[in-house]
Antibody, heavy 120, light 107 residues
Framework: EVQLLESGGGLVQPGGSLRLSCAASGFTFSSYAMSWVRQAPGKGPEWLSAISGTDGSTYYADSVKGRFTISRDNSKNRLTLQMNSLRAEDAAVYYC?????????????WGQGTVVTVSS | DIQMTQSPSTLSASVGDRVTITCRASQSISTWLAWYQQKPGKAPKLLIYKASSLESGVPSRFSGSGSGTEFTLTISSLQPDDFATYYCQQYNSYSRTFGQGTKVEIK
C-alpha cells in the first residue's frame, strides 16, 4: 500500500525558514517523480515543485522559485522541501504527491498534508 | 505558464442528475489532463488521467473526454457521495497547473 507521510509544518515568522519532509513507502520511490502541492484556505491546489525520479531534475513554480528547494533521498525514500524567506501568502496545507511516472504526470497518491502558518 | 479555466465555478444538482464540468487550457495540452475530487479536510483524489482513463477503483459513472484545449468531466448519475469540489490539472509541461475548481452542491 502506497503511503506518504508529511511532517515539519508549524508556525513560522515572516522571513523565516521551515523544512518539510515526506516519508514514502509501498512503491519503488526512485522510479517516480514527486511533487509538493499546497492549498491555501478556501483556494484550489497550487503545484509548487517537482523532482524527477530518474535524474533528479527539479522544477519550480514562479511563486517559489529562488526561495524553496526540493530534494530527495532515494536511499531513505524521503522527499524534502526547504522553504526560506517565508511570506504570509505561503500559509497553506502542504501536500507531497506521487506522480504516475518518472516525468510530468497526474498525482495518483497524496499525503494527508502538513499545515504551515506564517505569522508574527 | 499554461492556464486552466473551469466552468462553472459552482453547480447545483440533484441525486441522479447527469453533471458535466468543463476545463479549458490556454494552449494545447494534447490529452495530458487529470481530474480530481476533493472533500473538505481531505487531499484531492485522482479520478481521471490522460483525459479519459479511469483511475483504478473509481466508479464508472465518472468519465472524461477531450483533447487539445477543451475537456469535460461527466458524472452520469450523481450520487450522494459525489457532492464535492472537482479540479482539473494539466501536466503537458513541467509546470503543472490546476483549474480553480467546480463545487458540486446539493440542489
Amino acid at each position: 500500500e502506497v503511503q506518504l507521510l508529511e511532517s515539519g509544518g508549524g508556525l513560522v515568522q515572516p522571513g523565516g525558514s521551515l523544512r518539510l519532509s515526506c516519508a514514502a513507502s509501498g512503491f519503488t520511490f526512485s522510479s517516480y517523480a514527486m511533487s509538493w502541492v499546497r492549498q491555501a484556505p478556501g483556494k484550489g491546489p497550487e503545484w509548487l515543485s517537482a523532482i524527477s525520479g530518474t535524474d533528479g531534475s527539479t522544477y519550480y513554480a514562479d511563486s517559489v522559485k529562488g526561495r524553496f528547494t526540493i530534494s530527495r533521498d532515494n536511499s531513505k525514500n524521503r522527499l524534502t522541501l526547504q522553504m526560506n524567506s517565508l511570506r504570509a501568502e505561503d500559509a497553506a496545507v502542504y501536500y507531497c504527491a506521487k506522480e504516475g511516472g518518472s516525468g510530468p504526470n497526474s498525482f495518483d497518491y497524496w499525503g494527508q498534508g502538513t499545515v504551515v502558518t506564517v505569522s508574527s | 505558464d499554461i492556464q486552466m479555466t473551469q466552468s462553472p465555478s459552482t453547480l447545483s444538482a440533484s441525486v441522479g442528475d447527469r453533471v458535466t464540468i468543463t476545463c479549458r487550457a490556454s494552449q494545447s495540452i494534447s490529452t495530458w489532463l487529470a481530474w480530481y475530487q476533493q472533500k473538505p479536510g481531505k487531499a484531492p483524489k485522482l479520478l481521471i488521467y490522460k483525459a479519459s482513463s479511469l483511475e483504478s477503483g473509481v466508479p464508472s459513472r465518472f468519465s472524461g473526454s477531450g483533447s487539445g484545449t477543451e475537456f469535460t468531466l461527466t458524472i452520469s448519475s450523481l450520487q450522494p457521495d459525489d457532492f464535492a469540489t472537482y479540479y482539473c490539472q494539466q501536466y503537458n509541461s513541467y509546470s503543472r497547473t490546476f483549474g480553480q475548481g467546480t463545487k458540486v452542491e446539493i440542489k
